[in-house]
């Protein structure tokens, strides 16, 4: 009964490469997100998604997009993969047009560009 | 430029003691904080929130001060055991009710707990 999960927990890939990350909820939550958490351990927001709004951080290269096939799922696309993507991707979810901001993460994703 | 900062890398406490962590925030449109928890190769794990519209908020062994006009929250953990040696993020949002939060979570560089038996 996990409450986000993410696959795969494990991605190594070579430069250039097109991967994607999976990321399903069940918590019936309306708002989802993507964070990349870096070599220096910083947590950073890259995408925030409702049915309603796509918020992209603007420090993020175009060659990530999410893409979600239905409320419980936002999936990240990396086209072009370069070393400097090398990282653990996060998702999470949150209730937020109920008003409600905490969020919740899934396990994490860790992403090696070699 | 860091909005929320957790100045201390680790932290050391003996088991049974009261573990203290703290952090500060710059952006004054934060009004909604958060506490996760993390261990290697899991998700960070929610622990505690505050909305800025309370000065502390308790939950079992966790307890979570804001001062505002400080700019500052700490969360104390009393007594802390074994299973609490872990990573602390603190996050804060502008939150949904100010027209914010859509934009995410800014969290801190977190700080290392270690309890000391």
């Known amino acids: 009964d996990t409450a986000v999960s993410q696959t795969p927990k494990y991605l190594v890939t070579q430069m250039g490469n097109d991967k994607s990350i999976k990321c399903e909820q069940n918590?019936?939550?309306?708002?989802m997100y993507w964070y990349k958490q870096d070599s220096k351990k910083f947590l950073k927001i890259m995408f925030s998604?409702?049915?309603?709004?796509?918020?992209i951080n603007e420090t993020v290269p175009n060659r990530f997009s999410p893409k979600s096939p239905d409320k419980a799922h936002l999936n990240l696309h990396i086209n072009s993969l370069e070393l400097g993507d090398s990282a653990v991707y996060f998702c999470?979810?949150?209730?937020?047009?109920?008003?409600?901001?905490?969020?919740?993460f899934g396990p994490g994703t860790r992403l090696t560009v070699l | 430029d860091q909005q929320v900062k957790q100045n201390s890398p680790s932290l050391s406490v003996q088991e049974g003691r009261i573990s203290i962590l703290n952090c500060d925030y710059t952006?004054?449109?934060?009004?909604?904080f958060l506490w996760y928890k993390k261990y290697p190769a899991e998700g960070p794990t929610f622990l505690i929130s505050?909305?800025?519209?309370?000065d502390k908020n308790e939950d079992g062994r966790f307890t979570v001060f804001l001062n505002k006009s400080a700019k500052h929250l700490s969360l104390h953990i009393v007594p802390s055991q074994p299973g609490d040696s872990a990573v602390y993020f603190c996050a804060a949002t502008p939150g949904t009710y100010s027209g914010g939060g859509a934009d995410g979570l800014t969290f801190g560089k977190g700080t290392h707990l270690i309890i000391q038996p």
């Open positions: 918590l019936g939550h309306d708002t």
């Open positions: 999470a979810s949150s209730h937020r047009l109920a008003g409600t901001d905490t969020q919740y």
């Open positions: 505050i909305s800025s519209i309370k």
């Open positions: 998604y409702n049915n309603k709004e796509l918020i």
């Open positions: 952006n004054s449109m934060f009004d909604y």
